[in-house]
């Protein structure tokens, strides 16, 4: 590793090495090794840095912790409801769209109706563990 | 079943989505904290920083009866969610300039005052909220969140170079906003 490589890394990823990108840890260690005087003020900057930032404490007080706990009962009622209007409102459309199909000659519903009856694939964005973007059904409380 | 801390969070996300109650209390114990602190150096208000952080666990609340372990990591995905709402909130103050913006962190007394831990705390939120908030979020991210550098470029959506350079930078510019506490020390 180069001076300029070890230095780039001190100053993007800060003094402790195990928070360095793993495949560059053994060769920052031997750096580290074969320049210790140097090695050692790169690092003694950005642990001053880094001492300053740890000044900036946040803790959440004991009222938000409770608030936080008491919307837990809320948020699952809300999902429930949601749920269950859900599939409420896919029943009706299923019940409509079985009228319309044998009112038209058709035998079965439409393959879209189908596929919301059954549910998404399980890649689908409104699966929670595979969420691409999981706010986009932002909550107003 | 007990709340100890050897349970993964997916097993407290589960249980929580079933209504228990201690899971729903370990998992408060276990996150509120960090995703707060994510939230209040992303906004630099803690009043802000309050209101994300209830609206991150009531999505987790709502959304962890269908929780599917293995599917993504919790931790990552608490950390996107805080992350869009902050960004929301970001982009909210940029679209309403005549809005009263929150209080500027108090910078704190001169150094030949004398400083105190809260002091620095001030000066360093004053420091963190004066960058980009790309910078920013890289700096929380691996500095202040301890997530690596693949999964805070991955949550970034970044590459890992495009990561190294927003944290050089930031904490570059963060030096020169408090080299003048590193000489009174």
Known sequence: MTEDRFRALAEAYGADLRGWPPAERDAAQTFTEANRDLAGAILETERSLEAQLEAYIVEPSPALRQRVIDIAPRARAIARTWRWLATLGLGLGLAASAVAGAAAGFSFAPASVTRLIEGPPASSSDDIGMLADPTDDLVNG | ?185
């Open chain 2, 1 to 185: 079943m007990t709340s100890g801390e050897s349970e993964t969070d997916d097993e407290l996300v589960r249980r929580a989505g079933r209504g228990d109650a201690a899971a729903v209390q370990a998992l408060v114990a276990r996150k509120l904290r960090r995703v707060l602190a994510l939230a209040e150096r992303m906004l630099g208000d803690p009043a802000e920083a309050e209101d994300v952080a209830q609206e991150t666990f009531f999505k987790v609340w709502r959304y962890a009866e269908r929780w599917r372990p293995g599917a993504a990591k919790f931790d990552t995905w608490l950390h996107r969610v805080t992350l869009n709402l902050c960004y929301d909130r970001l982009r909210r103050r940029r679209e309403r300039p005549t809005a009263e913006p929150p209080d500027a962190p108090d910078p704190g007394p001169a150094p030949d005052r004398g400083l105190l831990a809260a002091d620095v705390g001030r000066r360093v939120n004053a420091a963190l909220q004066a960058l980009p908030p790309r910078q920013r979020e890289a700096i929380v991210l691996c500095h202040y969140q301890d997530l690596g550098n693949i999964e805070a470029a991955e949550l970034m959506k970044v590459s890992v170079e495009a990561l190294e350079s927003l944290l050089s930078r930031g904490r570059r510019a963060l030096r020169q906003a408090l080299a003048d506490l590193a000489s009174s020390d």
